[in-house]
């Protein structure tokens, strides 16, 4: 389908147009590019991990990377006041960045189809640039990152976006990624790397909700994203006219209110109010530290098999930096689910979000999804966080319900179902203190403004673009 | 001198005008409090400390106010790329809160005549409230903070200035304190404590000024207010005709100028260019970890005296929220300087700032002033930091030199001097990379945004009101 665009189209054009002349059909790029990669992962011991040493933690020799520490936790938020648990620590400031540029008028993303070894999907769109320093600076002397140059000169270009925003804090400790967008005018050549397409934001649309096609870090840019006129790569003319199911025209006319400068403040006073109620103290310690936990070359697990292990991953591969290596890799229990249940008030879409504690949170508390539960962390249904019942909603109330993964350059088989629960106009929803509803416009200024917003929320949040 | 000012003056008017019939004479309302405070503040060994325990930390038997733990540092930033030492671990978020509220129109700020016992000057002025969780819960059994309703129960109220801003990232990890201005109706009434007093902006002013007259705690929220259009109390209808010293008309200008959005969002993507270029990773440890600090009852100190020490205080006093306690301090080395360097560029005053890395702060780095010296934490004269000479301009360079304490709640007789100077136009300053010159108006709105500017800054901003 090709659809008339004006020359000065916005984002909300680039969602409902589903190619252009110079992009390729979404699902034949990436599949294309999935079997041309020559790839072997096999899991290994701890101990068989080149240039890896395990002792009171877990520790490449170049001292770069990550490490895999340990991290005693109190805090007065849910059912759990005290624990110790492994944590990565990757103290570097890597970054996400997308180009996007106008062709035909219409706002493009140069998406790149990437191989990460946790992944269930190996290959998937990422980010045009997804990097640390460890990386790009060459310390496993790879090959170059690409791209990268838009990121890292920028002065002069058009930046849509630019902001460090956090990384599952249940897993990192106070990790966080520049996530940027940066425009090219549209008379710029940029050339088109093997590995890279443009595609508009329909066509990612379209591999979101297929679901494990859009890797976590290329979600996590995307979140930056807003129908909100001006925010998006130019504002949009197109307000009044919205085609798409109906779902999607209350999402954009989310995007568009309850977003104003007083609403934004009331939103960040009440998340302050919300950092002043919870407690959170977290002390790094040696993985020996760790009452719960079993640390020996065959991987850390928890002593009753909870939350997650630590395994070693080798991996040969033809099309990342360097051809193969070996790292420690998070495995998580199966069956995380991140669910958004949504109403309408006066006509306009509402998400319910909760101001939510994580151990590895920059400043203690971010806003989270409704329901953001991790079945295999939990001692017994007594740990179960509250509205857990609406993930068993009617199917009727579900808007949205795909599996996408996690970082799969940290994570292995990390797997997170993604759930939209539109709940009736009559139906009242009893949310606990901490909770509070928002337009999608007023999450996106959130998202936008820093450490407001964790990653799950985020992921949703692209999803529903 | 009683200045006829419109029933709608905003906050410029509030700083041209030195009373009200509300208003008492600043330097008399002090003095009296100062003269009817009884008190004794004594130095102790630490285990003199009732109800505090040094083992492996320095910490309060109840589990609250704070602790004294050790901390290793690793940066690449700055001479020193790694050292230990110890730091306050104070988990909990205070408030810090002035209520303001137009008098005869003009805006008045309720401030308190408050003791510290490690300031130099005893009685300060502080803002209306200052409270620690474990002080309004009244851990220690005192009595209840009086005004904590207007800052706790704020719904309904008009939120001027709300903000959790950092504090001495060098002497604590991670602290934070919630920074609030919040104004009450000219109507409401509002009931004036024994040891509580409205103050004009002028009047606050000129106790800046004399220095050692207005506490930390007041200096970092008063950092909030702008003379920006909008920012203060109520929008300046004054901003054509600004009466006052030159310098002063420069700073109201400056306040004015060069912070738009796209201002904000340049400095913002600058900083994190600073962000991803430094490093930094710390670690809580033990006290006995400490190399090279010596911990006893008498005290925990660098063996060559560096830095700092911290000791007991035993405090007898009758205007605090109980009679006496005692607690541990940190008494730094004396010498500590700000000095922020000011120029002029198309008639526009800009001051230079620097992003520094810091310890103790929560993400890694704030803009700092031109120089932030601490003379008694450097092993030589190498270790000094660019552009100290500017410590030496020559006195007709000089806007603002006054000694200010740090909060006495903590610190024992830590004065810093506070130097503002400008240098001639035709004056060139070579400051590395990650130096940048801005306007008031810029840095004000950073402070505005959270974790930007670091206290030591923020102090000077105050002083320059």
């Not at 995380?336 to 590895?360: D, H, K, S, T």
């Not at 139906?427 to 007023?442: I, K, Q, S």
Request: with cysteine.
């Amino acid at each position: 389908m090709r659809t008339e665009t004006p020359r000065s189209a916005g984002l909300l054009a680039s969602s409902l147009v589903l190619n252009t002349p110079q992009t390729p059909d979404a699902d034949a790029f990436l599949e294309a590019r999935a079997a041309r990669t020559g790839h072997l992962v096999t899991e290994v011991p701890l101990d068989a991990l080149t240039d890896w040493r395990l002792d009171d933690r877990l520790s490449h020799v170049s001292g770069r990377f990550f490490t895999v520490e340990g991290l005693s936790v109190r805090t007065d938020f849910g059912p759990v006041p005290q624990w110790s648990q492994p944590v990565i620590v990757q103290p570097e400031i890597g970054i996400l960045g997308i180009i996007t540029k106008r062709i035909d008028g219409v706002p493009c993303f140069l998406m790149q189809a990437k191989l990460e070894p946790g992944n269930t999907e190996l290959v998937q769109y990422a980010a045009t640039v997804q990097a640390t320093p460890s990386n790009y600076q060459r310390v496993h002397g790879g090959r170059s990152t690409p791209y990268l140059e838009y990121f890292r000169e920028h002065t002069g270009r058009r930046i849509v976006f630019d902001q460090l925003l956090s990384e599952h804090a249940s897993w990192y400790l106070h990790k966080r990624n520049r996530n940027m967008i940066v425009e090219v005018p549209e008379d710029e050549d940029v050339p088109v790397g093997d590995d890279f397409a443009w595609l508009t934001l329909g066509q990612l649309r379209g591999q979101l909700q297929r679901g494990n096609r859009v890797n976590m870090n290329a979600r996590t840019v995307l979140s930056g994203l807003s129908y909100r006129t001006g925010a998006g790569p130019e504002d949009d003319p197109h307000s009044g006219d919205v085609p798409g199911d109906a779902f999607q025209r209350q999402v954009v006319a989310s995007h568009r209110a309850g977003c104003s400068d007083a609403d934004l403040r009331a939103a960040m006073t009440w998340l302050i109010d919300q950092k002043a109620r919870f407690s959170l103290d977290v002390r790094r310690v040696g993985l020996g530290e760790l009452d719960d936990w079993v640390c020996g070359p065959d991987g850390i697990r928890h002593r009753e098999g909870r939350s997650f292990r630590i395994v070693g991953l080798s991996v040969a591969a033809a099309s990342r930096e360097v051809g193969s290596w070996s790292q420690p890799v998070l495995e998580p229990t199966p069956g995380n689910v991140v669910a958004l249940v949504c109403r309408r008030r006066a006509g306009v879409l509402q998400v319910l979000v909760q101001a939510m504690v994580q151990p590895g949170l920059t400043d203690r508390l971010e806003l989270a999804a409704t329901v953001q539960l991790t079945p295999g962390g939990l001692r017994g249904p007594e740990d179960l966080p509250p509205l857990v019942e609406y993930l068993e909603a009617p199917e009727p109330w579900i808007r949205l319900r795909s599996l996408q993964s996690e970082d799969g350059g940290r994570f292995l088989r990390a797997d997170t179902e993604h759930l939209v629960i539109e709940v009736p106009e009559d139906h009242r929803v009893e949310a606990p203190d901490n909770y509070r509803w928002m337009t999608l416009g007023l999450l996106n200024r959130l998202i936008r403004s820093g450490y407001y917003v964790n990653v799950e929320a985020r992921s949703l949040v692209a999803c529903m673009l």
